[in-house]
């Protein structure tokens, strides 16, 4: 048996075999586009082509590692390079770091050290922000980065009044990475392709070197991106590259949907290769998802099909409110897992927005339902976990700015604000790191001898930690913790009677220390370790053998599959963004994104609206995305969340709704059974409500219901009202601030003239008077 061609299918085996020459695998959602490329890989070693001249790139560390674990079952040994374009160029960058003015030992800054960073580079410009922020002065410079714009191409250039901010921030903010050794992600891609670009011998080395490139989701390059591979691809153009422009999703931190499109136009002599048959949906899922896509006019026709048996029709639920959608996918969840053997794992629920997520959790909570929020990043952005990453990147690199400005009063040592302001002024003036400038603290005058000395002291235990820098990594961490006495600092700065998490965290980063010396006991160093830390990706944290119901957004749900996937709010302004409206371009990747997040669904797939949804605090009225009306009637289940049902019998979930009438983008909601006040509500205007699978459990709908009928609307609350409170009297309210459930008044009470601040929504006042 050959276990590299055998089994596959025609155009697999086309693409497979394929040699020579620049080649395009358009392939559809749950194609085997992994399973091609691996053996693709394997057929090239195969053939003779040493390991070291295959280089394979895609997006996200898993599916990297998953790549290469697949390819070490077919070529047990081979060393291929499979990476992640971040990791590729971090790689390169310290390869040849002096051509681009770094030093081998450089920083690469997150998200947090680069805002902070960009909001110094502000203060030193001298530039007033009174019509844009800090975060659009980011925004535009990763834009100009990602199109490989530098700040000495800006010059004299036309651009819009917000985008002329930002180049003119741009170069301050260059010069301080430059200054502290350091790169934020898009530096990363920017120096490689002028590096590549600006020494030709370089780039003819590395095109010979990696003769056999392939790149996964090359949807998804950036300009950036598009310019490595090409420069990689001159001599050599044994270029492959695996997508779908209907999956392009990522166009707002720069993803060009024309590298894809134009692929064929750029290389003349492409073969292309079409991968359609789909071994993840039932038909029917497909067919839901083929529909909605056709709408797009940027996209290379597929024809997606599959032999897997039909499935239960694609669902859409429409609910009263948000609270009642996360109660019942609940109970659907319970009723699955306990009567007809599916497991949390199985279930995944996407959703635009991460906020969205908030009333599931108490409804899964509430029926003990363990789930997971795939925010892998977070873990690592935590304050204790940045403050001793933050040491241990000081270590690496002194002159990590960023780094030392956490860390340099963390536990306190006395070294305040007024005393950095002026190492910073120092530093500034003479171009020189911060801690180089601390160094030097006997040159700045305006420092008082006590202070100085409190800065020596400092420099003196970054210089014992940075002579441990060569041990283990779990050491080194253990020796930090105890010359800072951290964990001592955090024991004393918890509140008495809360949980402290920090400490567990502490003991979780040193368990990854540990993991980490495990894995490579001889290639381990510390500079390693951060690269694999800053280069973290949002699903890196998500395990799919963890027994867990899923929750993430549908940008993060790329590349996954699950047997059950619920989409929930699918509302106008949601899904698609309301940002998108405007924009033809960014409409269709919307669409796209619901494309996506159907096409993750391998057995069963439902989709929800609200009719009213939480907002900023406040139930305010939603209306149906427009991508529903654009679905098959003949392929779904319209549902009315409002009639009783039982799960089980996929019968009683037909009900005789008007298709797409069902979904008045504009309706008036008052006359909803489920909105009326208690009081109004009779045995025949209230639907009979369904057993929860757990007993005696407070819904979130529930809880949601008892606040509407017990609360004034806070909004009818204003300044200069007179209340009165059962304890405190009557008073005047002093200001408001907030809105919906988080508004929030300040009462001055006649009877002791004091000032008290409630939460409208909770608080037990009734208005006296309005002047």
Same mark, same amino acid.
């Given at each position: ?39 693709? /890989? ?79 580079? /502000? ?27 530098? +700040? ?18 741009? +170069? ?27 020494? +030709? ?11 056999? &490139? ?34 392009? &999703? ?9 590298? /894809? ?6 290389? +003349? ?59 019942? /996918? ?42 997971? &929020? ?96 060569? @041990? ?64 973290? @990706? ?7 053998? @963890? ?164 609360? &004034? ?47 409208? @929504? ?10």
């Amino acid at each position: 048996m050959d276990l590299i061609l055998d089994n596959l299918t025609d155009p697999q085996r086309a693409a497979v075999t394929h040699m020579d020459g620049p080649m395009l695998m358009l392939a559809g959602p749950g194609s085997g586009k992994t399973r091609v490329v691996t053996h693709r /890989i394997a057929h090239l070693l195969r053939e003779g082509v040493p390991a070291s001249q295959i280089l394979a790139l895609t997006f996200t560390n898993k599916a990297a590692e998953e790549m290469l674990a697949r390819v070490q079952q077919l070529a047990p040994g081979e060393p291929v390079w499979m990476s992640t374009f971040h990791r590729f160029c971090a790689r390169m960058l310290r390869q040849y770091s002096s051509l681009v003015g770094l030093q081998e030992n450089y920083s690469i800054y997150d998200m947090a050290d680069a805002k902070a960073t960009m909001k110094r580079a /502000i203060e030193v410009s001298g530039i007033s922000l009174s019509h844009t922020s800090p975060d659009q002065i980011a925004n535009a410079i990763s834009h100009f980065k990602n199109q490989l714009l530098t +700040p000495e191409s800006m010059e004299g250039v036309n651009l819009p009044a917000g985008k002329m901010l930002a180049a003119k921030v741009y +170069p301050y903010y260059q010069q301080l990475l430059l200054v502290a050794n350091a790169v934020d992600f898009d530096c990363m891609l920017l120096h490689v392709a002028r590096m590549l670009r600006e020494n +030709p011998e370089l780039r003819e080395a590395l095109d010979s070197r990696f003769r056999y &490139i392939m790149v996964d989701e090359y949807q998804d390059t950036n300009l950036a991106q598009y310019a490595i591979v090409r420069s990689l691809s001159v001599v050599h153009q044994n270029l492959a590259v695996t997508g779908d422009p209907d999956q392009s &999703i990522y166009g707002w931190r720069g993803a060009n949907l024309n590298n /894809i499109l134009d692929f064929e136009n750029d290389y +003349p002599q492409v073969k292309t290769v079409r991968l359609e048959q789909n071994y993840r949906s039932t038909p029917n899922i497909l067919r839901v998802a083929d529909q909605l896509i056709t709408n797009n006019t940027r996209r290379k026709h597929k024809g997606l099909y599959t032999h897997n048996p039909e499935g239960a029709a694609v669902r859409l639920r429409i609910y009263a409110n948000g609270y009642q959608e996360a109660d019942d /996918i609940a109970d659907q969840i319970v009723e699955q897992i306990q009567n007809h053997g599916r497991s949390p794992k199985d279930f995944a629920i996407l959703c635009r927005m991460n906020y969205l997520t908030r009333s599931l959790e108490h409804s899964l909570r509430s029926r003990v339902v363990p789930y997971t &929020i795939v925010r892998g990043v977070e873990f690592y952005q935590r304050k204790e976990i940045k403050d001793l990453l933050s040491y241990l990147q000081l270590i690496n690199n002194p002159a990590n700015d960023a780094a030392l400005s956490r860390i340099v009063n963390t536990p306190a040592r006395g070294i305040g604000k007024t005393t950095m302001d002026r190492v910073m002024l120092y530093a500034a003036r003479h171009r020189i790191p911060l801690f180089e400038a601390i160094c030097r603290c006997d040159e700045i005058e305006s420092i008082k001898p006590r202070t100085r000395g409190l800065l020596k002291r400092f420099v003196g235990i970054i210089d014992a930690l940075s002579r441990k820098a060569s @041990s283990s990594l779990e050491d080194l961490l253990r020796f930090v913790l105890e010359q800072t006495q951290y964990s001592d600092y955090l024991r004393f700065s918890t509140v008495e009677g809360e949980d402290n998490d920090a400490l567990a965290n502490v003991d979780e980063l040193v368990s990854a220390a540990v993991e980490f010396d495990r894995q490579h006991p001889d290639d381990g160093s510390l500079e390693t370790f951060l690269e694999q830390v800053a280069l973290i @990706s949002d699903t890196d944290a998500w395990e799919e053998s @963890s027994d867990r119901v899923t929750l993430m957004t549908l940008h993060a749900a790329k590349g996954l599959e699950f047997p059950c996937v619920y989409i929930i709010g699918v509302e106008d302004q949601v899904l698609p963004h309301h940002r998108s409206h405007d924009d033809p371009m960014q409409f269709e990747e919307e669409r796209r994104l619901l494309f996506v997040g159907i096409t993750r669904a391998e057995q069963t797939l439902q989709l929800s609206m609200a009719k009213l949804r939480s907002a900023r605090g406040s139930m305010r009225p939603a209306a149906a995305s427009p991508f529903l009306l654009e679905l098959p009637r003949e392929e779904m289940q319209v549902i009315d969340a409002h009639q009783p049902t039982q799960y089980g019998d996929d019968n009683d979930f037909d009900v005789d709704v008007e298709y797409p009438e069902a979904w008045d983008m504009h309706a008036d909601h008052d006359d909803d059974l489920n909105q009326l006040p208690p009081e109004e509500r009779t045995p025949e205007t209230t639907s009979t409500p369904r057993t929860a699978p757990i007993a005696s459990v407070t819904t979130a709908a529930q809880m949601l219901e008892q606040q509407m009928a017990n609360t &004034i609307d806070p909004e009818i609350y204003t300044v200069g009202m007179i209340v009165s409170h059962p304890e405190y009297g009557s008073g005047r309210i002093q200001s408001l601030s907030g809105s919906g459930g988080k508004r929030t008044a300040t009462v001055n009470f006649f009877v002791d003239s004091i000032e008290r601040r409630f939460r409208l @929504s909770h608080a037990q006042l009734t208005i006296e008077s309005e002047d």
